[in-house]
């Protein structure tokens, strides 16, 4: 029985070994299946993150491309000729025009006065009543050492049946100044280009020329006539004044 005994004792250890070892192999498919979770969903999104970089990749292409085509090139069939056409404006005291608004409330002319105003628009040789003019200037600078203002000026020429012109641009009161052409209606349709103010009396006499492009005919006779040269005494006929029949255009605008 001490033999038996000590046999057994002897081979415990070999049996707990046995058993250790079984135990490590029953364990080892878990690890490396642990292991495999772990590495395959980051392989994974490698490989999803580089199907995502060539898409986006493509989309950059595809958009590369679209791009050409909403940036058209310019129209170059757009009429390009200058035509010259040269009114006068006058404020006869008669239309509650201009009006001051003093809205940068100060005693002195103030940047964000605002002056809407309309006056009669005269044809070149003050012969004819054309229309009117509509719009407003915004003051922008006081210049008391020039005894002027600076406004911003948006407005528009109303011609009757012959249609409309707008501009807008600097409007300085002791000096010649440049307005953009902005657009037009009628038989300005289209228009653009520039107008040179010349200031006579202010804010009562103006001249201007403008040199219109995008026109898509050439002017009415009626309107290129050769201009009274611009003077501080200038004056419109008496007919036209009184709009009489013969003395103003289709259907002009008061």
């Given at each position: 029985m001490a033999a038996a005994s000590a046999y057994s004792?002897?081979?415990?250890?070999?049996?707990?070994?046995?058993?250790?070892?079984?135990r490590a192999a029953a364990r080892a498919p878990n690890l490396l299946s642990f292991r495999n979770s772990i590495i395959t969903p980051t392989l994974s999104q490698k490989m999803t993150t580089a199907v995502n970089v060539n898409a986006f990749a493509s989309q950059r292409k595809g958009f590369s491309v679209k791009s050409q085509f909403i940036n058209p090139p310019a129209d170059s069939s757009r009429p390009a000729k200058v035509h010259e056409?040269?009114?006068?404006?006058?404020?006869?005291?008669?239309?509650?025009?201009?009006?001051?608004?003093?809205?940068?409330?100060?005693?002195?002319n103030s940047l964000g006065d605002f002056v809407p105003?309309?006056?009669?628009?005269?044809?070149?040789?003050?012969?004819?009543?054309?229309?009117?003019?509509?719009?407003?200037?915004?003051?922008?600078?006081?210049?008391?050492?020039?005894?002027?203002?600076?406004?911003?000026?948006?407005?528009?020429?109303?011609?009757?049946d012959y249609g409309q012109i707008s501009v807008q641009g600097a409007y300085v009161t002791t000096e010649e100044t440049y307005l953009s052409v902005t657009g037009g209606t009628g038989i300005f349709a289209?228009?653009?280009?520039?107008?040179?103010?010349?200031?006579?009396v202010f804010p009562f006499k103006l001249f201007y020329t403008f040199y219109l492009q995008g026109l898509s005919a050439d002017?009415?006779?009626?309107?290129?006539?050769?201009?009274?040269?611009?003077s501080p005494a200038v004056e419109a006929s008496p007919a036209a004044k009184a709009a009489q029949p013969g003395a103003t255009c289709p259907n002009y605008t008061d």
């Open positions: 004792l002897q081979s415990t250890p070999s049996s707990l070994n046995l058993l250790r070892s079984t056409l040269c009114v006068y404006e006058i404020n006869e005291r008669d239309r509650g025009s201009p009006a001051y608004l003093r809205l940068g409330q100060k005693p002195v105003f309309t006056n009669k628009v005269y044809s070149a040789d003050l012969e004819t009543r054309l229309g009117i003019t509509a719009g407003i200037c915004i003051l922008i600078k006081n210049m008391p050492e020039k005894k002027g203002d600076r406004y911003e000026a948006i407005y528009s020429f109303h011609l009757g289209g228009a653009y280009g520039q107008v040179k103010l010349q200031q006579l002017l009415p006779s009626e309107l290129l006539v050769t201009p009274v040269p611009p």
